[in-house]
């Protein structure tokens, strides 16, 4: 699976949008890029996912670059709920492995009023 | 209504017992997945299995064993604990092979 780089660590004011950027310069073709979450103690939070087009759900957005190296998840009007660890993973997935994700370092979103 | 449930919440107990941690979903999905996340935050993937097939990470001590009674279980075993067992276990699973997991709330497991 391709390896991906998230900055660790990101401030955002409450109201205004949430850009977390996620880098994959090594990913192959037939791999998604997913997007997790997990608020404190929880489990984690699926929240979108895509190959290569922009998709849009009620949580968020997520825009890929047109070369898929890099995405950015948005989320338009952040709430302190919002406040979490979010993960980028870049998987394929296939009949012999399942969907196993690895999970990285994540990037600590930290919402302030 | 909860879709991935496991239980129990916390668990706590002394080195080198023999414990289980339960797995259900009501989702009706066909793969389950066993997760670890351990103090530095890292998840990391267990097993995958589904009625055709378990797959193992190589990572894993064979002191750890999935055993699911039904499609809709998915029980962790461990035998032997250890401290570097202490972690958050968390179930997923998916539809078919390809979809996304859902994921439940986590099991805390102390050794002592």
């Known amino acids: 699976d391709a390896k991906t780089t998230q900055p660790p660590s990101m401030d955002c004011a409450e109201g205004r949008a949430a850009n977390l950027p996620c880098n994959h310069s090594?990913?192959?073709?037939?791999?998604?890029v997913y997007w997790y979450r997990q608020i404190h103690s929880q489990g984690p939070q699926y929240i979108i996912h895509g190959l290569k087009n922009n998709e849009t759900n009620e949580m968020a957005s997520l825009i890929i670059t047109e070369d898929r190296k890099s995405s950015t998840l948005i989320l338009p009007h952040a709430t302190l709920r919002d406040t979490a660890v979010y993960y980028c993973?870049?998987?394929?997935?296939?009949?012999?492995?399942?969907?196993?994700?690895?999970f990285g370092g994540g990037t600590r979103l930290m919402v302030k009023p | 209504d909860t879709a991935v449930s496991q239980t129990p919440k916390y668990l706590v107990t002394q080195m080198g017992n023999d414990k289980s941690i339960k797995c259900e979903q009501n989702l009706g999905h066909d793969t389950m997945y066993w997760y670890k996340q351990d103090s530095k935050k890292f998840l990391k993937i267990m097993f995958s299995?589904?009625?055709?097939?378990?797959?193992i990470n190589e990572t894993v001590p064979n002191r750890f064993s999935p055993k699911s009674p039904d499609k809709a279980h998915l029980n962790l075993h461990i035998n032997s604990l250890e401290l570097g067992d202490s972690a958050v276990y968390f179930c997923?699973?998916?539809?078919?092979?390809?979809?996304?997991?859902?994921f439940g709330p986590g099991t805390r497991l102390t050794v002592l």
């Open positions: 997923a699973s998916s539809l078919l092979l390809r979809t996304v997991p859902f």
């Open positions: 299995y589904n009625n055709k097939e378990l797959i």
């Open positions: 993973i870049v998987r394929v997935a296939d009949n012999n492995a399942g969907n196993m994700l690895t």
């Open positions: 090594t990913i192959s073709g037939n791999e998604y």
